[in-house]
């Protein structure tokens, strides 16, 4: 089992930044795949990026390549997700996930574990 919780969350005008946190306990950290999701209003929940067990490996949804970077910290299992150049259409409730599938393969998610998620509000 892996336990997941998120924070970082808040409102932010239009161009301003955010770091998302997401801390994991319970199977070894380094061992699982991480990933990024969200969820806006009336919409299905979408991919936004992903990260391979070590780090060495990322991958991005085309809306926030450039302006978001993901990463992580296998020593404080924690995933972060640094949201820059916000636009209001990046307001969603976040989630992370843990999956002991492949990182590259965000199908993966599905069967993993997810946190409770943290919402982002982008103000224009």
């Known amino acids: 089992q892996v336990q997941l919780v998120e924070s970082g969350g808040g409102l932010v005008q239009a161009g301003g930044s955010l770091r998302l946190g997401c801390a994991a306990s319970?199977?070894?950290?380094?061992?699982?795949?991480m990933g990024w999701f969200r969820q806006a209003p009336g919409k299905e929940r979408g991919f936004v990026a992903t990260?391979?067990?070590?780090?060495?490996?990322?991958l991005y949804t085309d809306s926030v390549k450039g302006r978001f970077t993901i990463s992580r910290d296998n020593a404080k299992n924690t995933v972060y997700l640094q949201m820059n150049s916000l636009k209001p259409e990046d307001t969603a409730v976040y989630y992370c996930?843990?999956?002991?599938?492949?990182?590259?393969?965000?199908?993966?998610?599905?069967?993993?574990?997810w946190g409770q998620g943290t919402q982002v509000t982008v103000s224009s």
């Open positions: 319970g199977r070894a950290f380094s061992s699982i795949a």
């Open positions: 996930a843990a999956s002991h599938g492949h990182f590259g393969s965000v199908s993966t998610y599905d069967n993993g574990y």
């Open positions: 990260i391979s067990r070590g780090g060495s490996s990322t």
